[in-house]
């Protein structure tokens, strides 16, 4: 039996109803067609699904009923940020999209030298819906937080708070993915350069925040696929 | 200094010269508007680099003068083939590009109970094309071989030739990738489903080949997710 999820907000919960309206109720109501009587998931970003049954639809809204909660088993239990220098936005639409289906906590775009692109403002929203639906498909009720680009100076600023910091460095990365020890690692960030990569500075700077060097390998990766096949290494061995 | 590398067929090699037409010429010439004397490099489906220097240029081609050969150090050592179910094209295109740049030998899709698509014959001049733009991306002198798509079975009569094969199985999974012995493995297929999965019976029958029920995790990934995640994996680990 199908059991779709749908994405509210908190306040949308009054007591034991929920209120489901605009394009989620849309969704539920005209693309997928559920009636009153029928059974389906909520979740906003906290740790469970509602588990509902509608009992009154209007034009605007669909009212639900929560019958029980579920614990989350999809959510990650460590905390993986990646620090992305910014790249051209349909690269970290593509970025956001998979590493919210790998279980990653946050992206923290920013801006150095070589970008090309120097903000993602304007794109919020839509890297916010990538991430609901991502979610949506992978099972995890904890959103993915994406924040607006930072300064690279300002990146630098926020390694501190972290267990380990990985830097995927093709100018001169030395260690090897496997050689890493990650062991009892909570809070991984991981630092993967723009199109253009860093400078010399750069690449000086965040070695000076005791980020570790690694190489991935022979091959020099783009961008995307080097923040992706990262993540999956993180996430698929540690989580 | 920047130097460009570009495909040729081994047939246009003559002697210590290189002829270069059609697109390639015109990419040379045109938009990246080389000119005699000026230095690039040239492969074909094989082990090395032709730094070669351009000694004449007409409408429709440019003679390169074989310099000296490079032994490329981004080829794969270890051979990885990604038996792909065949999924919607556009998805396909991305796993072939990602592949490439990640050193896998071979995708070979395949079309089982639950595949949209039931061939991919139509695009494969197209998915020939990804995969020469990604290896001059990535550095790499061999090809990706990707064949036209296969029947299940067929498939799971080419399983015998690895080392180890791989399967992605979300129904029953099992092993995690940490607990997988890959030591002196060196001929590794990979098996990821459709968008649709494997009914219970294609599962048995891949069980029944050999091959190691992974499991990706707690969260559910896109077919195309779980591919490149997979081929990270072993590449960046093993290669």
Known sequence: MRED??????????????????????????VLRYRVGDKVKCFYDNSCFYHCQIVSQTKNASILEIISLENCLANPKIKLTLFQGLPKLDKLDYITQKLT????SKIVPFVSTYCVKKDNLNKMERLNKIVVNACKQCG??????ITSAVKFDEMLGMLKEYDIVIFANEVDGSKHFRDLDLKNKKNIAIIVGSEGGFTNDEVEKIKNCNAISLTLGKRILRTETCAVSLASLVMLLLD
Not at 140 to 145: A, D, G, I, Y
């Open 140 to 145: 995890r009720t904890s959103l993915l937080n």
């Open 5 to 30: 999820s749908f994405f509210i907000s908190k306040s949308d919960i009054i007591d034991n109803k929920i209120t489901l309206s605009g394009n989620e109720n849309e969704h539920l109501s005209k």
């Open 101 to 104: 289906e790998l279980g990653a």
